[in-house]
């Protein structure tokens, strides 16, 4: 391992770490113009610099909430802009990056971090499993009608860019967030707002009223209508809604904009109702499935603690957690809830398989058939199934 220190990086030193990002995925610097709205979503004291002695790595964090199975929140971090410098990688840099990011939020008392992973082969070594996908579906809008029984109700309001963003963060606190999904902190309506100015076509928002007030938005921006032949795309952003009224408002105003060919959605909940709604399930098609967030438990007690459970016969889950050896021990899991324990294991795993399990994503007796639990009590798996699935499917709908 080189000799390199690890710190916090200084504001000053905000832009230095944004360009050696870039540079490891291939981007240009940064532009006067395009820093003054990145260098506002770099949250004070967030972000870590590798040196040796100039800046060799970096990773960026900010501080969100996390909603678990049952609807409890608890402290999470994003983590982001993690990169290497070409020539200094496979050097412990990242190792080194990541545990003393890991043992911050620890200190400070966070349960949970998340991120998007570049490559899937990176970060299961730190404690971060996969546990929620999403899937990307398109429309053709010349088929895709609602069924005449769909929810009807509401009015919508459609606003330029500049309002959406300023109702658009009060519609997203306050609907209900199914598990995984974050609280989005003004750094991250700041990462949007750059990635939507953007556009060569303006960005727009519709936003569904119900009966007690806005209950659900999509954000979207046509592409394609500047170049001849025109064959525009509707690219939806995001899109939210509260209630089964909302989802289906938010899709007949979509569907209903002229001047359409295809309207594609990403990263949408693996169980989106969209076929559902449609006369003909046809007129629309999956066009792939993928990773979203890996989660990290860092307080692995805390976060057993705090979410809700299926009913079944309890199970006690040992886990190992290298990096933060605290984590590591029994735990009782009932439909009650969870804690420490001295009774003997039915399950065994490491705390990046927890993470997989935790959130009702995968089930553990699909993990133990591959190898990745190890049974020490044959009805355990069943029983794991129970305890952690979840009644719809884990989601975040946040990029970072």
């Known amino acids: 391992m080189s000799d390199f220190e690890i710190r916090t990086l200084a504001t000053a030193e905000h832009r230095a770490a944004s360009n050696l990002l870039r540079e490891t995925v291939h981007m240009p610097p940064s532009d006067d113009a395009e820093w003054v709205y990145a260098a506002r979503y770099y949250q004070p004291g967030g972000a870590l610099g590798a040196f040796d002695p100039e800046l060799v790595g970096t990773a960026r964090s900010f501080d969100a909430e996390l909603t678990v199975p049952g609807g409890a ?81 509401g009015e919508l309001e459609l606003l330029d860019l500049d309002r959406a963003l300023e109702v658009c963060p009060g519609v997203y606190d306050g609907l209900e967030h199914r598990p995984g999904m974050m609280s989005r902190p003004d750094v991250l309506w700041r990462l949007y707002e750059m990635q939507l100015r953007r556009h060569t076509t303006p960005a727009k928002a519709v936003v569904h009223h119900g009966p007690g007030g806005p209950d659900g938005f999509a954000i979207y921006h046509v592409d394609g209508a500047m170049a001849h032949p025109w064959t525009t795309t509707l690219e939806v952003s995001d899109l939210f809604a509260g209630s089964a009224t909302a989802f289906a408002g938010l899709w007949r105003f979509l569907l209903g904009i002229d001047l359409v060919d295809r309207i594609a959605a990403e990263s949408r909940p693996l169980d989106d109702p969209i076929e ?125």
């Open 73 to 153: 929140r608890r402290p999470t971090v994003g983590v982001t802009s993690v990169g290497v410098r070409a020539d200094r990688t496979r050097r412990g840099v990242l190792r080194a990056l990541m545990t003393a990011q890991l043992e911050d939020f620890a200190a400070r008392g966070v349960v949970f971090a998340n991120l998007l992973a570049s490559e899937a082969g990176i970060y299961g070594r730190f404690g971060y499993g996969l546990a929620t996908r999403c899937r990307t579906y398109s429309l053709d809008p010349r088929r895709a009608r609602l069924r005449p029984d769909a929810p009807v109700g």
């Open 276 to 400: 559902l709604l449609l006369t003909d399930h046809r007129s629309g098609k999956v066009d792939g499935i993928a990773d979203e967030h890996w989660l990290r438990l860092v307080d692995v007690g805390e976060a057993l603690s705090a979410r809700e459970y299926g009913h079944a016969d309890p199970v006690v889950v040992e886990v190992t957690d290298l990096l933060l050896p605290g984590n590591s021990g029994a735990y009782l899991v009932t439909p009650d809830g969870a804690g420490r324990t001295n009774r003997p294991a039915g399950l065994r795993m490491d705390v990046t398989t927890l993470a997989m399990v935790y959130l009702g994503t995968w089930r553990p007796s699909a993990l133990a058939d591959a190898g990745r639990i190890e049974v020490l009590d044959p009805a355990a798996p069943a029983a794991a199934d129970l305890l952690f699935g979840t009644r719809v499917a884990a989601w975040s709908g946040s990029y970072f």
